[in-house]
């Protein structure tokens, strides 16, 4: 009845064929890593080896030396008394006691002191009172020096010769026989003397019909006057007198405050000079506005 029993082994050596295999698979993914492993190790080494080289090539910089923290000094604290200042009270100056009949004066810090021999002590070579003299006074700055001649009415006008403005030399004797109306004004090309010279320009027919001239002077060089005459279109002459000899001449050149500033200049000043050259009419410190009217009623 009874059969032998089949045996069962042959499942028994595919399990070993299984194991084998996955023995190997470890074994070849170890492998993988250890190679893994030391491929980068060997990247590191060659690396490490080329910073190296690198810092070798390049110098190092000297590392800058450290410097030692300065040491304060503490200062000790020292106490002040405050009071009141001590006052020293001057030594008055000795005085000799004068002979009879005799005065002394006391010396003063304003004055000089100086030794003097009075004729009862001359020849004995004893100074017994001291004489005071007092300091001399600083010289005061002056002007320079200006003529202050006060011309007037029927007097003969002095005579000069200046240069124009059209490149000649004028003279008032050249006028003889003709009425000069002769103005001195203080600068070219402000607002006082434009408004004046513009007068005598629009009122020169007028005046030439009454036998006048016109003659216009100031202190501006010829190159000032050419500018001034071209501007307003002036026609009549203008003189130069640069020197300021005929100013001072005829008394007009003066000192004058503006601001708090003393200077010298022109005093705004007319002269109506007749055909025999006296001086017919003056009009000082001339004031513009219906200045042209009177010089006319002068002629």
Known sequence: MAKAAKSTRKPAKAKKAVGTKKAAKKKATSKKKTLTKARVSSRKVVAKK???????????KAAPAKRKPA???????????????KVTK????????????????????????????????VGSGVDLFPRIVSPAPPSPVTAP????????????APDFELPADDGGFLALSDYRGQQVVLYFYPKDDTPGCTLEACAFRDGLMEIEERGAVVLG??????ESHQMFREKFGL??????????????AYGVWKEKTYEGRTHMTTERTTFVIDEDGRIAKIFPQVQVHGHFEEVLAAL
């Open 71 to 85: 040491k304060i000094k503490v200062k000790a604290k020292v106490k002040v008394k405050v009071g009141k200042p």
């Open 50 to 60: 080329k910073v190296a080289a690198k810092k070798k090539a390049t110098p190092r």
């Open 145 to 156: 020096p200006v003529a202050e001649t006060l011309l007037r009415v029927g007097q003969m």
């Open 235 to 248: 026609n009549f002459p203008l003189l130069s007198d640069e020197n300021k000899q005929v100013v001072q």
């Open 217 to 222: 002077i100031s202190v501006d060089p010829i």
């Open 90 to 121: 001057p030594k008055s100056p000795m005085v000799v006691a004068p002979a009879s009949g005799m005065t002394v004066v006391k010396p003063t810090k304003s004055r000089l002191i100086k030794a003097s021999r009075t004729p009862d002590t």
